[in-house]
């Protein structure tokens, strides 16, 4: 059974950071593109980052481009989600996604495309 697992997620204010965790177990890790996706209430749910299965590549959306980075350790199963200089209206709930992609260094940004979700962690930012 898959899993995926947020974590560190919280209250903080403007300016200040968070290091989002997504521990993933059932499946093999390094066969899947991993991304960062969030969702504010009555709102569709955005891209926000995705790193290859090789971790050679990520793409992060132009919203948190030069403050959010997204990384993960095959060895340990888990992506992160680093934001810093966080804003107000990066409030949302995060998800991690996996998606099975062949292409070692393909970069999936549509969320239809993912194949797994984890429940998501809840980031408020207080002006």
């Known amino acids: 059974q898959v899993q995926l697992v947020e974590s560190g997620g919280g209250l903080v204010q403007a300016g200040g950071s968070l290091r989002l965790s997504c521990a993933a177990s059932g499946l093999t890790f390094s066969s899947f593109a991993m991304g960062w996706f969030r969702q504010v209430p009555g709102k569709e749910r955005e891209f926000v980052a995705v790193?290859?299965?090789?971790?050679?590549?990520?793409v992060q959306a132009d919203s948190v481009k030069g403050r959010f980075t997204i990384s993960r350790d095959n060895a340990k199963n888990t992506v992160y989600l680093q934001m810093n200089s966080l804003k107000p209206e990066d409030t949302a709930v995060y998800y991690c996604a996996a998606d099975l992609v062949v292409d070692r260094n393909f970069l999936p940004t549509r969320l239809q495309g993912y194949d797994y979700w984890g429940q998501g962690t809840q980031v408020t930012v207080s002006s």
């Open positions: 790193i290859s299965r090789s971790a050679g590549s990520t």
